[in-house]
């Protein structure tokens, strides 16, 4: 009992530092500072946010026209306040913090995040003992879908309590780390918010109807860690929707997070429960050197991978596991958004052995627009689907953009002095064989 005991404080501990992840600070309002790679947005207002979702709307029929199948890119921050998001992403936090310490309570401390399972008899007597449900209460929560196999609820279980497409369920209640006193789950979450979460739901509906009447998927990109949790449950929610017959919206995961596999194994078990085609954009992440400051001013832990061979193990560990589940059940797609050599490589060769054919159009590639091309090349000439990020907007913000990927990508100039060395021999064979525009 006392190691139980000691297992729960310690999980309480932790999850109270990091919460402070999900909180807004002095520096929050300029989401630019630090970034490599992504464009961001200001929040203004909602007539902004409707400008914006217009120009992701321009965006899709320009993807429709261009190419078959096409994809087109999005992000939360333009659709939604910010503030929202981080508060949004708190709250979910705060719902699965409280599971960890009631599954820690229960001897599961530090179990992985798909094999901890609460027994519901021994929870509903520890929320009787808080305070929060008697029993009698608590019975009605975990009931039909609710419920898991056997007498237990997983995390995707417990996450169901809530919905967040329609009314937020206000009287759920967790115990305050600091007061000890009970309050609901959803005490800073104002009617403004309510509606934020509505306006931002609509908006997705418009994107991702136009997205299925012109024939292109929708890809939600990803942002800071203190957003992500809140933009992935709103992208699981519209997948639920829009993905049931094939992979319209993909969510994005950034494996440079220690949390990676974790997020990526928990939404391809929903889909697989829910009988939805999970699609996802495998990228590294583009927000490093802001998200480790970040977590030192705020006194967190980074949440960054520790170096970049770990993340290079946290995307290939991700990318493999999808890989299986398209060979298992082929109701899943995954773009490989990467410039690294070796992450195609391995790519191609999981594919060859799990017997997953380009032709299946389950596994496709990314590179950004005039980058890496004696890798895009190959694999369209392979028969690979494979794709080209094109960046757009105002040249003085398109460069910066551009500049700060090329910084971003260890080694680029190298690969640039290849890629001219290659596009020089190619040359010099034309002028040789007399077929220089062939």
């Not at 967190?300 to 193990?313: R, S, V």
């Not at 190959?378 to 028969?383: F, R, S, Y």
């Amino acid at each position: 009992l006392s190691s139980r005991t000691s297992a729960a404080e310690k999980e309480m501990g932790g999850a109270e530092k990091r919460e402070k992840q999900y909180q807004a600070h002095q520096g929050f309002g300029d989401h630019h500072d630090g970034v490599t790679g992504v464009h961001t947005y200001f929040y203004a207002d909602e007539a902004k946010c409707d400008q914006h979702m217009e120009t992701f709307l321009r965006c899709i029929d320009a993807s429709s026209g261009s190419s078959e199948d096409g994809f087109s890119a999005i992000k939360l921050t333009a659709l939604a306040r910010p503030q929202f998001l981080v508060k949004f992403s708190e709250v979910l936090v705060k719902w699965q913090r409280f599971f960890y310490q009631m599954a820690a309570e229960q001897g599961q401390a530090g179990w992985a995040v798909l094999d901890t399972k609460l027994e519901v008899e021994k929870l509903q007597e520890a929320l009787a003992n808080l305070g929060i449900a008697s029993k009698a209460e608590s019975q009605q929560w975990f009931t039909g879908e609710n419920l898991g196999t056997n007498g237990t609820m997983d995390l995707l279980d417990w996450h169901s309590l809530f919905d967040s497409r329609t009314k937020l369920s206000r009287p759920l209640l967790i115990p305050n780390r600091k007061t000890g006193q009970l309050e609901p789950l959803l005490s800073h979450f104002s009617k403004e918010d309510e509606l934020q979460m509505k306006r931002v739901l609509q908006r997705m509906d418009v994107l991702a109807k136009r997205a299925v009447e012109k024939g292109v998927r929708l890809m939600v990109d990803a942002e800071q860690s203190y957003f992500q949790p809140a933009i992935s449950r709103l992208t699981v929610e519209t997948q639920r929707c829009f993905n049931r017959s094939q992979p319209i919206i993909y969510n994005t995961y950034q494996c440079y997070l220690k949390e990676a596999y974790n997020n990526v194994t928990g939404d391809v078990e929903l889909s697989r429960r829910e009988g939805w085609h999970f699609g996802t954009k495998l990228v590294r992440g583009a927000y490093m050197e802001q998200e480790r400051e970040r977590a030192a001013q705020m006194g967190y832990e980074d949440p960054i991978n520790p170096t970049y061979e770990k993340t290079n193990e946290m995307y290939h560990r991700c990318l493999d596991y999808v890989l299986a589940e398209i060979k298992h059940s082929r109701k899943a797609s995954v773009m490989v958004a990467s410039h690294n050599e070796d992450t195609v490589k391995f790519t191609l060769r999981r594919m060859m052995e799990l017997g997953i054919h380009p032709s299946d159009k389950k596994v496709c590639f990314g590179q950004l627009l005039g980058m890496c091309d004696q890798i895009t090349f190959p694999l369209g000439q392979a028969g690979f689907p494979v794709y080209k990020y094109v960046p757009y907007g105002p040249v003085n913000e398109v460069l910066p953009y551009l500049s700060r990927r090329a910084q971003e990508n260890r080694g680029f100039m190298q690969r640039a002095n290849r890629e001219r060395d290659l596009l020089w021999k190619e040359v010099k064979r034309r002028l040789l064989t007399g077929n220089l525009f062939s």
